[in-house]
């Protein structure tokens, strides 16, 4: 997971202005012919502060996620699914772990991103500001919302910055499995008895909604995002990837049987694009700002793991402990 | 052979890693630091898989499912210690328990190496390999927090004294003792104690924390009888919450 619906500022156009024009040239003319911009490069100020924005918010993701799956590892119903819902799980905590050094290689510590999560000042991914209730939630998330990412971090991974490049194309390998995963478990939802039919298709009418908001705001509305197109920090459109995402999940979806809860979903011939009903974006903005179901929920149990969690790390950097030689 | 020893040994030591593996799948997204929670997350993969394959073992002799062994039994039929049902709370338990649990179990498979029943022994040479890893991770945890701050030595301290009856209470004698140690299936439970206490004792040494005497602790037994303390049947009742949906249904 879980990368997806990044929020951008809108970029003002003096911000550049106090760069140095040679220099900022030459950065440009590297990413136009398709080099990476490595941690010690010269970068306008503007391209580093927008990439901690975007990888911090990606990193943040990936912990808050595994909250709403990590609920349903203890009632994955077996063996064969327990094991592997605990593998998927620590899976996206472990993508944190290397999305938060790709952020580190840029300034920010990721003491300083911890807590700006907890203290509200960054975001993450709003689809988990809404409830897993079953375990076809969690059967959902491990699809669907998956399979989103993976269109999102694809794209991400051809960007221009060196080290979250390469976090994504690790992340990407795993998300495969993940996605082969949560695809097993609806399959079987969907030839299962009709009461486990009926719980995958609750959850799809709970989860469309937050997954077409999932790629953020439609390009009619988003932010201005051109310089950051440009320089291979926004590697596609909002509209673009959720139509990619329909196109490669809408099928699959009523391949199964279920009835996903948009009248107006179809492809449409002549564009070849998708066309739905517009989602709620200014439910969008409401729950990103704070006031969906979960927000509160979410970072308090982030406040409280990093609370319980203090003295451990303040007796790691202890003087006076003993080193101990690393297993690897 | 005596068939009916043997399967009680397997279903405590089965029982044991599932429901701790089970506590320490807990800990996915509430780690005290991102590595500690994928650390706990692999060792639970590990013990839950475990469990599968010895339950596998037991299935093979004639009992149900796997799946139906773990997810349909209650409280009074599981067999681990109440070592690994209490509840995680703090890291500093967590990781007390984990070190005397991993402690125990290393020293618990390297003695099954040599079991005579081979499927068993066989089973023990990849286990005991796997653990090798979970007290690498105990130890230098132990070591590290064990003479770090005032505040984790007197967490830990405290840990350790409210763990160490508990923990005990794993080396729970079977009836069937003396089968066992006859018949080679398991060198004993008093064997393995004393090899546990040596070990632990050895790693104790090199942190700053207090073993009191062994001989002013009590066991705390009863798990290895189906007694168990209030914390195992609602661990039980969210484990099975999915598959008590419909038991006859695939997932």
């Excluded at chain 1, 003319?29 to 010269?42: L, Q, T, V």
């Excluded at chain 1, 070849?272 to 969008?284: A, V």
């Excluded at chain 2, 405590?12 to 089970?22: F, R, S």
């Excluded at chain 2, 066989?122 to 003479?147: C, F, M, P």
Aim: some cysteine.
């Amino acid at each position: 997971m879980y990368g997806g619906g990044n929020t951008f500022e809108g970029i003002k156009t003096d911000s550049l202005a106090q760069e140095d024009p040679v220099k900022l040239a030459e950065f440009e003319a590297r990413i136009a012919r398709g080099e990476k911009i490595e941690p010690s490069d010269w970068m306008p100020q503007l391209y580093r502060k927008q990439l901690i924005r975007m990888i911090e918010q990606h990193a943040h993701s990936e912990i808050i996620g595994a909250l709403p799956e990590g609920t349903w590892i203890t009632r994955a119903p077996g063996f064969k699914r327990k094991l592997a819902l605990m593998a998927k799980v620590q899976d996206e905590v472990g993508h944190a772990q290397l999305l938060y050094s790709a952020a580190e290689t840029l300034g920010k510590s990721r003491e300083q991103m911890i807590n700006d999560l907890i203290n509200g000042k960054s975001k993450y991914s709003n689809i988990f500001n809404y409830p897993a209730f079953t375990w076809a939630d969690s059967c959902f998330i491990s699809w669907l919302v998956d399979a989103g990412a993976i269109v999102n971090q694809l794209a991400n991974a051809k960007g221009s910055y060196g080290p979250y490049c390469r976090a994504l194309d690790r992340i990407c390998a795993e998300e495969s499995f993940h996605l082969k995963y949560g695809h097993h478990c609806v399959i079987y939802l969907a030839t299962g008895t009709p009461k486990q039919r009926a719980m995958f298709q609750e959850a799809l009418n709970r989860w469309w909604a937050p997954m077409m908001h999932f790629f953020g705001p439609s390009d009619k509305i988003s932010a201005h995002t051109e310089v950051l197109m440009k320089w291979k920090v926004k590697m596609a459109s909002n509209d673009d990837m959720r139509n990619q995402f329909l196109d490669m999940y809408v099928p699959k979806i009523w391949e199964l049987g279920f009835t996903i809860p948009d009248p107006k979903l179809r492809k449409n011939p002549e564009t070849g694009r998708w066309d739905y009903t517009e989602p709620d974006w200014e439910e969008f903005k409401r729950v990103i700002n704070g006031d969906g179901p979960c927000n509160k929920e979410r970072l308090e149990v982030r406040r409280i793991a990093e609370e319980r969690g203090h003295w451990v790390r303040e007796a790691l950097k202890a003087p006076k402990a003993s080193y101990v030689m690393p297993l690897a | 052979m005596n068939e009916i020893a043997l399967k009680e040994l397997l279903y405590k030591i089965a029982d044991d890693q599932l429901i701790l593996g089970h506590r320490n799948s807990e800990w996915t997204g509430m780690g005290p630091l991102l590595e500690e929670d994928i650390a706990f997350s692999s060792m639970a993969q590990d013990k839950v898989g475990q469990s599968y394959a010895i339950y596998n073992l037991l299935h093979a002799l004639g009992e149900q499912e796997p799946d139906t062994i773990a997810f349909t039994r209650n409280a009074n039929q599981f067999h681990n210690s109440i070592f690994t049902e209490l509840p995680n709370s703090e890291y500093d338990f967590s990781l007390i328990r984990h070190f005397l649990y991993d402690t125990a179990e290393i020293i618990r498979f390297d003695l099954l190496t040599r079991s005579a029943y081979q499927p068993l022994a066989d089973l023990a040479v990849k286990v005991r390999a796997e653990l090798r890893y979970h007290t690498l991770h105990a130890n230098t945890w132990i070591k590290q927090l064990g003479s770090a701050t005032e505040e984790s030595i007197s967490r830990l301290q405290h840990s350790l004294d409210t763990a160490l009856p508990h923990a005990l209470g794993m080396f729970e004698e079977s009836l069937y003792e003396q089968d066992l140690i006859h018949d080679s299936i398991f060198a004993g439970e008093k064997i393995l104690m004393e090899r546990w206490k040596q070990q632990v004792e050895i790693i104790l040494s090199k942190t700053q924390l207090q073993l009191p005497d062994w001989d002013t602790l009590t066991a705390v037994n009863g798990g290895r009888k189906g007694q168990h303390s209030e914390h195992l049947q609602p661990l039980l009742d969210e484990m099975s919450e999915v598959f008590r949906i419909d038991p006859t249904a695939e997932w």
